[in-house]
C-alpha cells in the first residue's frame, strides 16, 4: 500500500509552482502533467485508512481547494482522489458526477417525468444505491449514478433484480 505522506506530498508537488501559495480562486489551473502525476500515484492505492495523519492532510489540502480546481481532479478521474473531491463538490452545492442525466431533477421531477409516485422513485434509488454501493464506497456518487439509472428507466433496480435473480 502507498503511503499517505507520498499521496500528500503528490498533491503539495502538483501545486509546487505557486511558491508555496494556497489554493485558491484565480490562480492557474492543474497541468496535464500534474494530473497525470497524480494519477500515477493514486493508481497504485489499494485502500485508504481515513485515521491516518497524513491522509488527514490531504484532505486539509482537498479543503483548501477552489471549485475549479477540485472540478478538474474529479474530471480526471484519480482513484480515490476524484471521488475525494467529487464529495467536496457536493457539499458545496456541485454535482458529484458531471453532466449525470438526473442533474438537478428532484425526486418529485423523476416521478412526474415517468408518471409515478415520489415514493416509488424513492424506493427505486434507494435499492440502487445498495447496489451501486457494490462498486464504490462513496455513498454521494452511489446515489448519483442510482438517481441516473432511474432517470432512464423508473423500475430500472428491480428488472436488473429479475434479470440477477435468472
Avoid: C, W
Wanted: charged share 35%; net charge neutral.
Amino acid at each position: 500500500m502507498l503511503e499517505y505522506r507520498k499521496m500528500a506530498n503528490l498533491v503539495e508537488a502538483a501545486r509546487k509552482s505557486l511558491n508555496g501559495e494556497s489554493v485558491n480562486e484565480g490562480m492557474r489551473p492543474f497541468s496535464s502533467s500534474e494530473l497525470s502525476q497524480l494519477k500515477a500515484a493514486y493508481g497504485k492505492i489499494d485502500r485508504v485508512d481515513p485515521e491516518s495523519p497524513t491522509y488527514k492532510k490531504l484532505i486539509d489540502r482537498l479543503d483548501g481547494m477552489s471549485k475549479e480546481h477540485l472540478k478538474q481532479v474529479r474530471d480526471a478521474k484519480i482513484k480515490f482522489l476524484s471521488l475525494l473531491a467529487a464529495n467536496r463538490l457536493r457539499n458545496l452545492g456541485e454535482d458529484a458526477v458531471k453532466g449525470g442525466l438526473a442533474d438537478k431533477m428532484t425526486d418529485e421531477d423523476l416521478a412526474k417525468k415517468h408518471g409515478v409516485s415520489v415514493k416509488e422513485i424513492q424506493a427505486q434509488i434507494a435499492k440502487g444505491k445498495k447496489v451501486e454501493m457494490e462498486h464504490t464506497n462513496d455513498k454521494v456518487l452511489a446515489g448519483e449514478i442510482a438517481r441516473d439509472h432511474v432517470f432512464e428507466d423508473p423500475k430500472y433496480y428491480d428488472k436488473l433484480a429479475t434479470i440477477e435473480n435468472e
